[in-house]
């Protein structure tokens, strides 16, 4: 079953949820103010994934660099199509400051996506489990980078990325924790969040002043 989407009214009984389950969250939501989350949505789910390989261990200003650039590449500009991305040589895609495993990442995702193996348009239709089955069949794209998809392009109510050191490090600072949290205390903390753990994480990383999807 197609998990809830969130939208404007339903990040504002998040917000609500989370205030009065927990009271480390109350006191971020007051702190932080409305949440976010909504503002990021990709147009494009191949474009999405496309940016996603590009950014991986990279900084900010590294990785829009190089973003830029390869898509300057394309005719298509900002939107490549698998089409495109297939065309383009390897010696392009280095030029522009592209790794070579990335560039292999990005014609895997590019051949997967056209032969039908990953079927971006009708993703949004399943599970978050099944979405994440699905884009993990690509080379370079890990459970994280499928739960950043899930969260910041197709708007899922109740990811928690336990894997993201973000997180961890912002769990442990706001709930006192002594040593940073196995996955299991995290899942343990954040069950009162449900169903809108997406909101609660993006708060979490709101405290540290570096939101993803931002």
Not at 5 to 12: F, M
Not at 99 to 122: F, H, M, N, P, Q
Not at 126 to 135: H, K, N, Q, R, Y
């Amino acid at each position: 079953m197609k998990p809830a989407a969130l939208t404007p009214r339903t990040l504002r009984k998040a917000e609500a949820h989370l205030t009065a389950s927990d009271p480390v969250m109350a006191r971020l939501i007051a702190q932080v103010g409305r949440c976010g989350l909504h503002r990021s949505r990709r147009e494009d789910p191949f474009t999405a994934l496309v940016e996603a390989i590009v950014w991986q261990q990279l900084s900010t200003k590294a990785a829009a660099t190089i973003y830029r650039r390869l898509i300057a590449l394309f005719p298509d500009g900002p939107h490549p199509t698998p089409e495109a991305i297939l065309a383009c040589a390897d010696e392009s895609m280095r030029a522009a400051g592209l790794s070579r495993a990335k560039a292999i990442y990005l014609r895997d995702l590019a051949t997967k996506v056209a032969d039908g193996t990953v079927a971006l348009e009708s993703i949004d239709t399943l599970s978050d489990d099944a979405a994440i089955e699905v884009m993990t069949r690509v080379k370079g794209i890990g459970r994280w980078s499928a739960e950043m998809f899930l969260m910041f392009r197709l708007q899922r109510s109740d990811v928690l990325p336990v894997g993201d050191l973000g997180i961890v490090k912002a769990m442990q600072r706001q709930y006192g924790l002594r040593k940073a949290p196995k996955a299991e205390r995290m899942l343990k903390i954040a069950e009162c969040w449900r169903p809108y753990r997406s909101v609660g994480s993006w708060y979490l990383w709101a405290s540290l002043d570096v939101v993803p999807g931002d």
